[in-house]
């Protein structure tokens, strides 16, 4: 066991490498494209973050060689830029997709430059270490630091990765902010990151620290002297005479004298007046940085470590179910499966990173179960009975928005039942959950829903029950299917065809239509494809581009096995698939389900933002959806660019989205997409058009490209879209919630689309008291609102435990068919302990959690108004020159 008070990174391998031997030169890294228009050639804290946590997962995989394949050699990595996708085919081997780790990644890096934009993050100099606060900004780094640890083992990741961001952005701004560079430093502080050791030579406050400087270029400001500073910023706290400015055009303070400044944040002299520092400044956050997360690999372990990250092409294995009287079957349908994927998968690749159960009756629902072992799931699971209940309906979307909180984004989540939801007025806040988490969810429904026999019922339902969970899968990109008892077995084998990263191909149009074919399109990455028809279906046709056809009867046939279960039909086409334009015809009583998946590579993953560039650090300011009226941004980040047909071919590229209405399919739009950087980083960005933007509503992206012998391409967002019809933005404390403690919240609304009245509704999970001052509000075009909200954390509030607070606007006039707005914070409940210490490293099995509920929070959305932040704002785009790897330090 390493002592918490000394930095060493987590050793695997006898030889220490001279970090400065593979130092990449500073000119490599490659900017954010925002950036580049006011700071060409700046490196940003997003490029810091993932080249940090690249080099480390590297680290570890050249530590822990993959079973049954040849280790990593550390040759084959010097002097390649190094991208995610390699490093999963070296590692993993060839196909086997890096989209999750890339998902983790970003939400680190986007957690990291959201400390420019929350209101109560950006404008505070602890959280950037300005104002000469080393020492209350170490504390709070560190504090960061040991809330991830804390959240991680907790099996709260996307928390974690939140806290570890907000850790990563004030550790680099150390660098950028403080003369550490300027007083002639090689590595990085060796305290920073520790602390039992003191912060010594500080400069204090009667220590005059800067000449005047009337020039945007200052190199030789700073004062002949050896004591740590840093830069004041705006008014707040106020410059005391003598002592540095931040610096650059927006920094109120660098008008007063001492004028100037010293931040390194970019290298354009009108941000950063010691910009000529600034790769320099950029070298050594990236090493710290590259400490920060081989000390969370130390405290957390290797699975720990890896879970945090997602470093795995592994999905996860979430159930929802029914336990009442009359699921017998579907319970035993659900062992079934999670025992043959458990099994199937045990050691390879492939194997679930997290098992989540949450099973659900009425009135209960709950505990959520949540393990990363598959013997403990499988344990619990088997320990699940039918009992008791057998009335409708029951607690279903409670359990799944449970789930939801519980599972990790990126996601599928099975729902067993035969029952429609007790608790349907949930239903527009899961869907807006599922958009937050990225989750799919598929409803297995063994119940007719035209039937009115059966379970005993305490009222009389209506056929259109089963519309929540309709909407639900229409939201989550998921799908409700109904079958019978008999059939459930067969049918619920979705499940591990599912959890095994398929795609789902956009279909035209996307829902059957009389006399009109399904049109889909096979290209030559795609392997493992399936036809997937539901309903009242007469008779089908699937047929290829060269007119081959093959009908529903079941068996092999010319294009692959057909089989049917009931009213489902379920067709595994043969490899490999012609390529080009197939079609599919059905013929069938009301509205049939058809789905169409394939097991590829290539993919993408998405996200939305607004271009910020009239403040001190430009960037790209990202959003879980688009809103209404605002100017926005489609970023796009391809996967699995490595996959093509021949390894000689040039790479595959997508050139336009298309925009389609939901759920009839109608074109809204179709953007060109802008390379953003080398193509082998798959970095894509389209402007939204303004008429979509209008109003508020779903929709769907589709990417259209070609690969690299001309054929085309074309891949589906994995769920739908919508613009949102106002902006919410939830923000909270910096650091964590103490039992007995009353926490301030903020919340700002703004329209953008017109005059808007709104109602606000709040909940939290658990049911801590909360206070608002703000429940009605009419905003106009343009206007903001801003309210404050008071959590009351009790004394009995569990430590280690989370708190999702959720805030609702709903659209005012019974005729408004907008569905409402959600923000989402994620809080995190901590005993208060000695500041110096972080949690121990881990030597014990994996963690259990059980909990009756929990919460969920992404990064909430900023404003326009930004202060205090460091490496250029909001970074997009990482770059890597050569190998960085580090193996241990001697100087430490």
């Known amino acids: 066991m390493l002592p918490a008070d000394v930095p060493l990174c987590h050793l695997g391998a006898p030889v220490l490498l001279l970090l400065q031997l593979l130092l990449p030169p500073a000119s490599a890294f490659f900017p954010n494209i925002w950036s580049l228009l006011a700071a060409p050639g700046s490196i940003t804290h997003q490029d810091l973050t993932e080249e940090a946590a690249l080099n480390v997962t590297l680290q570890l995989f050249l530590e822990q060689p993959p079973p049954g394949r040849a280790p990593l050699r550390l040759e084959d990595f010097l002097g390649r830029t190094l991208l995610a996708d390699d490093l999963f085919a070296a590692y993993f081997g060839p196909g086997y997709p890096s989209r999750r780790y890339r998902a983790a990644l970003g939400e680190v890096a986007r957690a990291n430059a959201a400390q420019d934009f929350l209101p109560t993050s950006r404008n505070d100099p602890d ?27 907790a099996l709260d990741h996307t928390l974690a990765r939140q806290r570890l961001g907000a850790a990563l952005h004030a550790l680099q701004d150390f660098y950028s902010h403080s003369n550490w560079v300027e007083l002639g430093k090689q590595q990085p502080h060796p305290h920073l990151l520790w602390p039992r050791q003191e912060l010594r030579s500080l400069a204090q406050v009667g220590d005059p620290t800067c000449s005047d400087c009337e020039e945007l270029s200052c190199p030789g ?39 100037g400044g010293i931040n390194k944040d970019s290298t354009s002299p009108g941000f950063s007046p010691h910009h000529m520092l600034h790769l320099q400044a950029a070298n050594l956050a990236l090493l710290a940085s590259i400490q920060a997360f081989s000390l969370l690999r130390n405290r957390l372990g290797d699975r720990g470590f890896s879970r945090l990250l997602d470093i795995t092409p592994a999905s996860s294995l979430s159930f929802v179910l029914d336990t009442t009287g009359s699921m017998g079957e579907e319970i035993n349908a659900a062992k079934i499966q999670a025992r043959h994927i458990v099994e199937q998968r045990r050691g390879s690749p492939m194997e679930p990173t997290h098992y989540i159960l949450v099973p659900f009756h009425d009135p209960g629902f709950g505990p959520v179960f949540i393990t990363s072992d598959p013997d403990t799931f499988w344990q619990q699971l088997n320990e699940i009975h039918a009992l008791g209940g057998g009335d409708e309906p029951e607690m279903c979307l409670s359990a799944l928005e449970l789930a939801l909180l519980h599972t990790p ?20 806040r899961v869907e807006s959950l599922t958009q937050e988490r990225r989750c799919r969810v598929t409803f297995l429904i063994t119940e007719d829903p035209s039937r009115v026999q059966g379970r005993a019922r305490r009222e009389v339902l209506s056929p259109l029950r089963f519309e929540p969970y309709e909407a639900v899968a229409l939201a989550s990109g998921g799908e409700v299917i109904f079958t019978k008892d008999q059939y459930i077995r067969d049918v619920a084998a979705i499940v591990g065809d599912s959890i095994a990263d398929l795609v789902t191909l956009p279909l035209e149009p996307p829902v059957v239509v009389p006399e009109r074919p399904l049109v889909f399109s096979v290209d030559r990455l795609l392997q493992r494809v399936t036809v997937r028809i ?33 009213q489902f039909w379920l067709v595994s086409m043969n490899d490999p698939l012609q390529t080009g334009t197939w079609e599919i015809q059905v013929t069938a009583k009301g509205t049939p389900r058809v789905r169409v998946q394939a097991q590829t590579s290539l993919d993408f993953l998405f996200h939305f933002g607004i271009p910020m560039e009239d403040g001190p650090h430009p960037g790209l300011y990202p959003l879980t959806q688009p809103v209404a009226g605002l100017q926005t941004q489609l970023l796009v980040e391809v996967t699995g660019l490595g996959s093509r047909g021949n390894p000689g071919d040039p790479l595959p590229h997508f050139s336009h989205v298309i925009l389609r209405g939901v759920p009839r399919g109608a074109e809204l739009g179709r953007v060109p997409l802008e390379p953003m950087g080398p193509r082998k980083r798959g970095l894509l960005a389209a402007t939204l058009p303004p008429t979509l933007l209008s109003t508020a509503g779903p929709f769907s992206l589709e990417l259209i490209g070609q690969d690299g012998v001309g054929q085309g391409l074309h891949r589906a967002a994995p769920q739908p879209s919508a613009v949102v019809p106002v902006l919410l933005e939830l923000s909270g404390p910096p650091g964590f919630l103490a039992p007995g403690t009353k926490a301030p919240l903020s919340l700002r609304i703004a329209s953008f689309s017109g005059p808007q009245d709104l109602d606000l509704r709040t909940s939290v999970n658990p049911s801590f008291a909360l206070t608002f ?47 409402p707005t959600h923000a989402f914070l994620r809080l995190l409940v901590l005993a208060p302990t000695p500041q110096d210490q972080l949690p121990a490293p881990v030597h014990s099995t994996d963690p259990v959690l059980t909990a009756g509920s929990s919460a969920f929070h992404l990064p909430t959305l900023g404003t326009r108004s930004m202060a205090g932040g460091g490496l250029v704002g909001n970074p997009w785009w990482r770059t890597v020159g050569v190998l960085l790897l580090l193996l241990g330090l001697a100087s430490w």
């Open 409 to 428: 984004p990126l996601s599928d989540i099975f729902v067993f039942t035969d029952a429609s939801p007790k608790d349907a007025f949930l239903t527009n």
């Open 127 to 153: 959280l950037h270490f300005d104002a000469e606060r080393l020492g209350q900004g170490r504390t709070r780094l560190v504090g960061a630091l040991r809330e991830a640890v804390v959240a991680a083992r």
């Open 534 to 566: 539901h309903g009242e279906v007469s008779s089908f046709r699937i047929r290829n581009p060269a007119g081959v056809s093959q009908d529903q009867e079941e068996g092999e046939g010319p294009l692959g096995h057909t089989r049917r279960f009931g």
């Open 221 to 259: 400001n700073l004062l002949g002297f050896t004591l740590l500073t840093s830069g004041y910023f705006g008014t707040h706290p106020s410059k005391p005479p003598g002592k540095c400015s931040h610096g650059g055009h927006f920094d109120q303070s660098s008008s007063q004298p001492p004028r």
């Open 773 to 819: 001052n703000l429940s009605r509000v009419r905003l106009e075009q343009n206007e903001s609102a801003w309210g404050r909200l008071w959590l009351e954390v009790p004394d009995t509030a569990a430590s280690n435990s989370v708190v999702m607070v959720t805030v609702s606007a709903t659209t005012d006039g019974e005729a408004s068919t907008v569905p």
